[in-house]
């Protein structure tokens, strides 16, 4: 399976942002598509996730209540929406796939796309 992040970009704080995460290949019913982000010198962080196939999702207790995550099914895409920014979330966002199932731990995620980063100014 690939998948391939956008949507980042320069906002203020209070704005929203939108980003995708297109896959391609099988992604399978078991899996759980998820997006971390990382600023330099720490660990990456879990953001959210959801199951391919049922609308079951999680949330790292940072982003409860402003962030959301979704998937167009027609176009196999999943989305971040992302709203009330605040500094502090000025990160470089990945999206990946877990067939393993749920996890909030990076390391459990096997395939990667390449991160968009985001960075909102105060």
């Known amino acids: 399976v690939q998948l391939q992040a956008y949507g980042g970009g320069l906002v203020q704080a209070g704005a929203s942002v939108r980003l995708s995460c297109a896959t391609s290949?099988?992604?399978?019913?078991?899996?759980?598509v998820g997006w971390f982000r990382q600023v330099p010198g720490k660990e990456r962080e879990f953001v959210a996730s959801?199951?391919?196939?049922?609308?079951?999702?999680y949330y790292a207790e940072s982003v409860k209540g402003r962030f959301t995550i979704s998937k167009d099914n027609a176009k196999n895409t999943v989305l971040l929406q992302m709203n009330s920014l605040k500094p502090e979330d000025t990160a470089v966002y990945y999206c990946a796939r877990n067939r393993g199932g749920y996890s909030t731990r990076w390391r459990h995620f096997d395939s990667w796309g390449q991160g968009t980063l985001v960075t909102v100014s105060s």
């Open positions: 290949g099988r992604i399978f019913s078991s899996s759980t």
């Open positions: 959801m199951w391919w196939n049922d609308n079951r999702k």
